[in-house]
């Protein structure tokens, strides 16, 4: 068993907790009561958002900050113990993207910003909270903020919808699409450029994934591309009349 050593440096502290095994049990206890939680918070905060415009700006605030402090809090932490090493540590992955468009689209009405985060976001985030690639033991502070980053991002989203707030418009779905393949585009010339994997596009997470069902590479990518294509077109027909 490996043991955390009594004295470490930051940098070492933070080898061990990559080298110890993620004590989480997948689609265990926790882990269901972490997924079940989210439409139930998000249920509550909508009805709390329709009952005023103080209490929409209160909850669209709340949920923006909260989503951004502890991203702010989480590169911090990440700095403390060495991981943003160029060209590894940088927040390129997909869920990075959403969070700050779900930030953004909390606090400011943008309707663009909005649409791609509630695509990318539900389908995005909602497969990372369904299969989460974790590195900490369950309990650990990496752990409890990767839950409310992805949990609080589709929570946000919900919020929005669900509370009357925003709603995508015609043909946003493809709209959304395009945006995800630019920042893949541009994220795969960095990976190209400088070896590293985000977005898993040289090889798939080591924690089980729905990746594993894709195919090897370079088919689980184009693989991915036609789910994450009828996820959105999947998210969009609920708002099918929309107007554009």
């Not at 993207?97 to 389908?123: K, M």
């Not at 994997?197 to 990746?211: E, F, H």
Request: glycine fraction near 8%; hydrophobic fraction near 55%; charged fraction near 10%.
């Amino acid at each position: 068993m490996l043991e955390s050593p009594a004295v470490a440096t930051p940098l070492e502290y933070s080898c061990y907790l990559m080298m110890a095994p993620p004590k989480f049990d997948l689609l265990g206890a926790t882990h269901l009561a972490i997924i079940g939680a989210i439409p139930i918070v998000a249920w509550v905060l909508s009805k709390i958002a329709r009952k005023s415009s103080a209490s929409r700006r209160a909850v669209r605030s709340s949920m923006g900050g909260l989503l951004a402090v502890n991203e702010l809090v989480q590169y911090g932490y990440l700095y403390h113990l060495g991981a943003f090493r160029f060209p590894d540590g940088l927040p390129l992955q997909l869920c990075d993207l959403t969070l700050w468009f779900t930030v953004l689209a909390a606090f400011v009405p943008i309707q663009w910003c909005f649409e791609f985060a509630y695509f990318a976001g539900i389908a995005g985030s909602g497969m990372a909270v369904l299969t989460p690639d974790l590195w900490a033991a369950l309990g650990s502070y990496a752990t409890i903020s990767f839950f409310i980053a992805h949990g609080g991002t589709i929570v946000t989203i919900l919020t929005l919808v669900w509370g009357g707030l925003m709603r995508p418009r015609s043909a946003a779905a493809w709209r959304a699409f395009a945006i995800l393949n630019i920042f893949a585009a541009l994220v795969g010339g960095f990976d190209a450029a400088f070896g590293t994997n985000y977005l898993y596009l040289r090889q798939k997470p080591a924690q089980a994934s729905l990746l594993d069902l894709m195919g090897p590479w370079p088919v689980y990518i184009l693989s991915g591309e036609a789910v994450a294509l009828i996820l959105f077109l999947l998210l969009a027909l609920p708002f099918r009349r929309s107007k554009s």
